[in-house]
């Protein structure tokens, strides 16, 4: 009994000792930061605004072209832990056209996925971002350090 309590204590000891040893991850998902699963509700409430702010304007602007039923699919930040800054964000994008032949009756469907990259300046904060989601019109507010907006980006990408 006393071997297996001192072989308990031992392997937690080491344990510990090796947990302080390894560096802290460089770079983390944001809905990670500052700790695992902290940033969720921020991150997924920034996500939505700015999926809700496309979908406002994507019938007079994106969804007129080749892919007419063009969807946000998801957005996803990394950041720098050693900095509380974002490294890079990318919203990823779904379309799709259909028609029938009107020889065979079939559906044919051409789909296609989009990386759009969010203009970020170098070292844009974390808080920044956030706030900038908050805002009355995330997609067309200039982002932080830049006089861009995420709009700005989407037309190079999603064409």
């Not at 007419?68 to 832990?81: A, E, I, W, Y």
């Amino acid at each position: 009994m006393l071997r297996t309590t001192l072989a308990v204590m031992f392997l937690t000891a080491s344990a510990s000792a090796f947990a302080a040893d390894v560096p802290p991850e460089r770079f983390v998902d944001a809905t990670d930061w500052p700790t695992s699963e902290a940033g969720m509700d921020r991150f997924f409430e920034a996500e939505a605004r700015l999926n809700a702010a496309f979908d406002k304007v994507c019938g007079d602007t994106f969804c007129e072209g080749e892919f007419s039923n063009l969807r946000p699919m998801q957005l996803r930040c990394s950041v720098d832990t050693g900095k509380n800054a974002f490294k890079q964000c990318l919203w990823t994008f779904a379309g799709s056209r259909a028609k029938v032949n009107a020889k065979t009756g079939a559906v044919q469907v051409t789909a296609k996925t989009f990386k759009c990259k969010l203009l970020l300046a170098r070292d844009t904060s974390v808080d920044a971002f956030y706030e900038l989601a908050k805002g009355e019109d995330p997609l067309h507010a200039k982002l932080p350090m830049t006089n861009v907006s995420i709009y700005d980006g989407l037309p190079g990408c999603l064409n």
